[in-house]
């Protein structure tokens, strides 16, 4: 079967550094997503890997292994803004997204 | 440029009506989506269209339908509402041309309650 699986609640702290992990299962593989959701409004798009590494866009970097099926999201300084929810999502061979939960961070001052 | 437009923002109806909720996307996007949200679960697919006049089933299809007669509309339609239908709806598109990577982007959504 097809599964995203993230934890459910991270806290952090303002300033400091939060590794946020999946782990997927898809009939195929066309690609990991990210996707960040503030409370009552819509996923926006983040971050795309499809090959193995490390994509660093500012503050976010996005990590994936395709042999182990796993990836991460990496938020540095971390402001209060940040706190939202954000969604795992794996592409599968048909193109469509395959969603995990999604991990509610709280940031504290 | 206004991306995807849902309608209504929310609704409350009232169980064996009849709703449409609606889409809109400027985009030119071949591809479009209908997902439910529900707490603790992720983004569940319900129909989506890969093109216009082509639909398909997604993993949550049963009681609702989609039509897709333009490149920019894609109206999802409960025949007869159920309260277990009561979610909050989100519309995306997705460019499959070949020329991006499939990013999917959502409209605002719909918080839909069937009492």
């Known amino acids: 079967g097809q599964n995203i699986d993230q934890p459910t609640e991270m806290t952090a702290t303002e300033g400091a550094i939060v590794q946020i992990n999946c782990t997927y299962q898809?009939?195929?593989?066309?690609?990991l997503f990210w996707y960040q959701q503030h409370a009552g409004e819509a996923p926006t798009f983040l971050s795309y890997n499809v090959l193995d590494g490390l994509e660093e866009k500012g503050r976010f970097s996005s990590f994936l292994s395709r042999s182990k099926g796993y990836s991460y999201l990496l938020l540095k300084e971390l402001q209060m803004k940040d706190s939202a929810s954000y969604l795992c999502a794996g592409m599968d061979s048909n193109y469509q997204l395959i969603w995990g939960a999604g991990t509610k961070l709280i940031i504290k001052p | 440029i206004a991306g995807i437009t849902q309608a209504p923002t929310s609704q409350i109806l009232a169980a064996g009506r009849r709703m449409t909720l609606r889409c809109t996307q400027d985009?030119?996007?071949?591809?479009m989506y209908w997902y439910r949200q529900d707490l603790g679960l992720g983004l569940r697919l319900i129909h989506y269209s890969n093109t216009a006049g082509t639909t398909g089933k997604g993993e949550v299809p049963d009681g609702y339908s989609v039509s897709r007669a333009n490149t920019d509309d894609f109206p999802l339609t409960l025949a007869s509402a159920v309260p277990s239908q009561t979610s909050v709806y989100f519309c995306a598109s997705s460019d499959q041309s070949g020329g991006d990577i499939n990013t999917q982007y959502f409209g605002p959504g719909t918080r839909l309650t069937v009492l």
């Open positions: 985009m030119r996007h071949n591809a």
């Open positions: 898809t009939s195929g593989f066309n690609g």
